[in-house]
């Protein structure tokens, strides 16, 4: 059926063909147009995007046939007729034969450019389909090439530079200019250009004039660097452009290229804070003197200087003072309580600061903690910001404010002892106790009273009070006051004498108890840190200093370096720093030599600010120049990261936790440096508003990241730190659930600590123990080795855990919590022999039977004997009995083929057996010695040697020493089993 489809398909093809093929081709095709030229020739009118392939005609391109039939009437294709010079680049594609519609493309690997030829101009004729084919008349088209937006304008410089002088505003500052490789109108055309530089004060116009759209001032910034783009009209843009625009001064008196901020690295050294600084001087007499003070703010910085590494406590184990002086106002929580509901200030990065308001807040010191009386020799210190009202009338008005007062504590209102503000004045008071009947009407030193300014700048200082009766020393900041006429005034009286009305005194911080009152008065207002007492002897001058060394100062070593009439001096705090000459070049060439330095290794980061004030006398006129301003921002440092390792686990007997059982014996303390956080964003982060003009230079972010790579490049030569580089100073043991002290408790190593003058303190509580005080770390492991945990009833023990952790700087470095598990074993470990092993089996079940299951609260649980592990105890044991028996007889076996006997030589030595179970050959020593060796790797290798240690300790080992004694008199034995029965 299929077939016969086919063939009659194909015959009808063929006929059709056939008679095609026999028609008549009478008539021309005819190409069809709207519009034709003058001679009537039809024109076709198209355009082509350069970049595009098909021509868009201004009519359809159409031809028709007037035959009638067959393949004359069908339009077959058009051809494409050029001038014989120039090739056409197009050529011309059916539609749609029987409508003879076509379309002009764009031939194959042709490409067209704007740039190089707009128009072209072709014929083209249509052909038919007949056995001979017939062609129209030619039809002529135009050929448009429309412009695509290809090139983006081009500068033909790549940076510019113009200046302009400060307060003044141009029409025009520099002119740029952009050309477009585009042809077209359309798009080689520059339709604008932009400033594309953020926030700068300059714009441009279309024609490509800069200008400043504002006065602008050196003293703001020395030059611009701004950013300018050119775009075509099709909306592309070119490269930017740079246009660097320095501004330019008129001479103004003060100082230039000071730099207006510094970055600091930790532990980088002493860094030159100014060292391109020149001072322009515009009047034209020469100066008689040029003075200079620098000064670098700390103020905000801890108390008053980057000094609070470590708390004060620890601060003065590391400068050496005395171990004696009693801190008044300790941190709450250590085994003190009376501060714990003082208001406390910021101390995360030091010690405790405490407020008083000045109204309702003081606090008492018990007796316990101090004995109230104080002889001739002491020394009182504390930190203290005091302010004070600047009213003169409330300043005449001032009430006293008592820091530190020891009165009546009950009958009378007589104060023994005091320190406290009076408006301007620091004073102190000492009413000595009468000592016999000829010393009571005897006048006295008995009040010191100093007139100095720090007492109310509401800023962190120093005061020690040094008494050698009856000498009194005042040290402000480290540094003694020298006493004269207007700063220091004495005041005598007589002692306090005895009375009956008086049982008790009272020694108070924060205000003073009125006795007779019963009640609190004349309180401190201000913040008070580190408040302590020395008895019966005075804090050395180098403690006093050693307790105030400021870690940042300022930085001169040019002394030597000076000419003739020039001074140069410092604070006592190295923070201000002073020129003075007649020549302003020897006054420049000082303070290039000025430097800023932080010793601190980990210091506190963020902005210390730098200013400078200089002053020129020229003709008996003095000129106070403008203030020099700058900032020095102390970058973030390496990051230590405290790490705590050893056993997680710990097999304690019972007879180990009664006397005491070192449960961190294997811990170890290291420390690892690392980055914390991107460098660069830290720097942008820290920089506040005021600094905000500084981002917007574009070698701000270069720089910081140059100081990131220079800290990773150190950080890589040194991935350790020396064990005195970072002190700890806590470590606690936080003991879960909290100790019970009716059955257990902790213990430090004091001989340890006591033998290596360690400046170490430890206390305990149920929570746990703490350790206290900056010392090394290979210290602190030590100590932490020989902590010990007794448990006086460790039968009901289970296990017990406790987590350590350990810190440094206040807890500003933490390390891990390290959690570790003692775990109480309530059976001793079996050492079975051959000739015992019926009576290990039967040692074994009754110890099974006595220590049963224990239970999570420590209790043993009688209900669950714990068959299973007897079953299999007696299996190991029965095969261990089996490996030695087996032992034995190979080596007897081996023995007998190799001995060698020496009977005669010592036939008088015995050896008393008659505890023995076992016999034993008495010509086989070779065999006990070797049987002997055989049996001590037979021990559970699992034991530590702290156990073994400990599991022996508590025997008596007098019977070994005997028995070792007769091996050593007696050599080599023989045996007499005659007595020995089998």
């Not at 611009?224 to 490269?239: L, M, P």
């Not at 023989?974 to 007595?979: A, G, M, Q, V």
Request: net charge negative.
């Amino acid at each position: 059926m299929i077939r016969r489809t086919y063939l009659y398909l194909l015959c009808l093809f063929l006929t059709e063909y056939v008679i095609c093929m026999s028609e008549p081709n009478i008539h021309d095709p005819v190409i069809v147009s709207r519009i034709k030229n003058k001679r009537g020739v039809p024109v076709f009118r198209g355009t082509i995007l350069e970049n595009e392939s098909s021509v868009q005609l201004d009519q359809p391109l159409q031809a028709t046939d007037a035959d009638e039939m067959g393949g004359a009437k069908i339009i077959c294709g058009y051809r494409t007729l050029s001038a014989k010079r120039s090739s056409c680049p197009f050529t011309v594609q059916m539609i749609d034969r029987k409508k003879g519609t076509a379309e002009i493309k764009l031939k194959e690997g042709q490409k067209l450019n704007f740039e190089k030829r707009i128009r072209y101009k072709f014929s083209v004729v249509a052909y038919d389909c007949g056995e001979i084919a017939r062609e129209s008349d030619r039809a002529v088209v135009y050929v448009k090439v429309l412009d695509v937006d290809e090139f983006s304008p081009k500068f033909e410089k790549t940076n510019l530079f113009a200046d302009l002088r400060e307060g003044k505003v141009y029409d025009s500052l520099v002119k740029v200019q952009a050309i477009d490789q585009d042809e077209s109108q359309q798009y080689g055309k520059i339709c604008s250009y932009e400033v594309i530089t953020p926030g700068v004060p300059f714009s441009v116009d279309n024609e490509g004039t800069v200008k400043n759209t504002r006065a602008l001032y050196y003293n703001e910034m020395h030059s611009y660097i701004i950013q300018v783009v050119a775009k075509d009209c099709g909306g592309k843009k070119s490269k930017p452009i740079s246009i660097n625009i320095r501004v330019k001064e008129v001479c103004k008196n003060g100082w230039k290229d000071f730099p207006s901020a510094m970055e600091y690295l930790p532990q980088s050294g002493a860094q030159k804070i100014a060292p391109n600084a020149h001072l322009d001087w515009c009047d034209g007499c020469v100066p008689e003197k040029v003075s200079l003070k620098m000064h670098l703010a700390t103020k905000h910085i801890g108390k008053g200087c980057d000094r609070d590494t470590y708390s004060i406590a620890s601060q003065r184990k590391l400068c050496g003072a005395s171990g004696e002086s009693i801190d008044l106002l300790p941190s709450p929580g250590v085994g003190t309580g009376w501060t714990k509901n003082l208001p406390t200030d910021d101390g995360k990065e030091s010690d405790q600061i405490f407020f008083f308001d000045g109204k309702t807040n003081a606090v008492e010191v018990p007796k316990a903690s101090f004995n109230h009386t104080l002889h001739k020799h002491f020394t009182i210190s504390t930190w203290m910001k005091h302010t004070f009202s600047e009213d003169t009338e409330a300043k005449k008005k001032a009430q006293k404010e008592h820091i530190l007062c020891n009165s009546d504590g009950d009958g009378m209102d007589r104060h023994h002892y005091s320190m406290f503000v009076h408006g301007e004045k620091f004073v102190f008071l000492l009413r000595r106790e009468a000592e016999d009947e000829t010393d009571m009407d005897v006048f006295k030193p008995a009040e010191w009273r100093w007139h100095i300014p720090q007492i109310n700048d509401n800023q962190w200082h120093h005061y020690a009070v040094s008494v050698d009766f009856p000498e009194v020393r005042l040290y402000i900041d480290g540094m003694l006051l020298i006493p004269d006429t207007s700063n220091e005034e004495i005041l005598d009286d007589w002692p306090i004498h005895n009375s009956k009305k008086v049982h008790f005194t009272k020694l108070v911080v924060g205000a003073c108890w009125q006795g007779k009152e019963n009640e609190f008065g004349k309180y401190f207002h201000g913040y008070l840190a580190g408040l302590s007492i020395l008895k019966d002897k005075t804090e050395s001058e180098r403690v006093i200093r050693c307790l105030n060394d400021c870690k940042e100062n300022l930085e001169f070593h040019a002394l030597s370096e000076m000419e003739s009439g020039t001074s140069v001096s410092f604070n006592s705090e190295m923070t201000e720093f002073s020129i003075t000459s007649h020549n302003i070049t020897e006054v420049e060439r000082l303070l290039h030599e000025v430097s800023y330095i932080n010793s601190r290794r980990y210091p506190t980061p963020g902005r210390r600010n730098v200013d400078m004030r200089t002053s020129i006398l020229c003709k008996e006129k003095e000129t106070i120049l403008p203030l020099s301003e700058s900032y020095i921002m102390v970058q973030q440092s390496t990051q230590p990261t405290l790490t705590i390792q050893g056993k997680s686990n710990i097999d304690a007997s019972v007879k180990d936790l009664k006397a005491g059982r070192r449960v961190f014996e294997d811990i170890g303390i290291n420390v690892d440096m690392h980055i914390q956080g991107d460098f660069v964003d830290e720097i942008l982060d820290d920089t506040n508003n005021a600094v905000q003009d500084d981002l917007n230079n574009l070698n701000y972010r270069a720089k910081a990241y140059k100081l990131q790579k220079k800290l990773e490049k150190k950080l890589k030569s040194q991935k350790t730190v020396p064990d005195d580089a970072l002190l700890l100073d806590r470590c606690t043991i936080k003991a879960e659930p909290p100790l019970d002290f009716h059955v257990e408790h902790m213990t430090v190593p004091v001989d340890i600590m006591t033998q290596f003058n360690m400046k170490l303190e430890s206390s305990e509580t149920n929570s746990g123990l703490q350790i206290t005080n900056a010392d090394k770390m290979k210290n602190y492991e030590l100590v932490l080795q020989g902590v010990t945990y007794v448990h006086s009833n460790a039968e009901m023990l289970s296990s017990r855990k406790f987590v350590l952790s350990c810190s440094s700087q206040n807890g500003r470095f933490i390390s891990n919590d390290f959690l570790i598990k003692v775990v109480a074993m309530h059976q001793e470990p079996v050492q079975p022999v051959a000739a015992h092993a019926e009576k290990s089996v039967q040692h074994v079940q009754q110890s099974q039977h006595m220590n049963m299951p224990v239970n999570s609260m420590g209790m043993v649980n009688s209900s669950s004997p714990n068959v299973g592990m007897v079953a299999i105890i007696v299996v190991c044991v029965g095969f261990l009995m089996f490996m030695i028996i087996l032992g034995v007889i190979r080596i007897r076996a081996t023995h007998r083929r190799t001995q060698v006997v020496q009977v005669e030589d010592k036939l008088d030595m015995e050896w008393d057996n008659t505890e023995l179970n076992i016999t034993e050959n008495p010509m086989e020593k070779e065999v006990f010695d070797y049987e002997e060796e055989v049996r001590k790797p037979l021990q559970d290798d699992s034991d530590s040697d702290d156990d073994i240690s400990s599991y022996h300790d508590n025997s008596d080992s007098s019977g070994e020493e005997e028995e070792t004694e007769r091996k050593q008199k007696m050599g080599d034995l023989e045996w007499d089993d005659s007595t020995m029965s089998i």
